[in-house]
């Protein structure tokens, strides 16, 4: 079964035993003279308490997983937002500038909180290990890319040479977005 399904199945229990304990609770009001049903409602309350903190455990895990699973969207979606900035256009001057940096918060945070599952979330925790990893490479070679075209000693073919390789076919930045894309379709949605 599924967690959704399970999440139900335990639900569905909890609640039924709770509302067997209680007609069991209001019998007893009515016939007090029968001690009989004092341990059936005693056993079916602590039943249905038991079989809540599941119910209640379940819940605080998918919400706190829907959660993560939202701030990595948002997170990914601002990054295709600060990849499409003008200044990674092909048509940016090709003049000094300083580009804006790719973010990974949202997705340190999810590799790191326990939210997503161990086995029903390996390839998507998989991914987003590859993908922090690829940001942190883009970042570092924007740095670089900046150190070497703030010098005083670059020419202008030179700057045109780096703002080509930015846009190559193959560049890292290609391989970047392309990246990002694919992980962004492979996100739940939430």
Known sequence: MTRPTWRTVVSVVTYGLLGLAFVLGVIWFFWPGNSRWEPAVNSLTLVAGLSGI???RLTAE???RTEVLRAVADELHENTRLLNDERFS??????????????????DLALVSGALGLHRDADLVGLLHRWRDTVHLFNRRLDLTEISTFSNTISAAELTAFHRALHR???YFAATREMLQNLL???PQA
């Open 90 to 107: 092909p048509d940016a001057p090709t003049s000094r500038q300083v580009y804006p940096r790719l973010v990974v918060s949202a997705v």
């Open 169 to 171: 076919e193959n560049s």
């Open 185 to 187: 379709a492979k996100i």
């Open 62 to 64: 998918a919400e706190r």
């Open 54 to 56: 599941f119910v209640e």
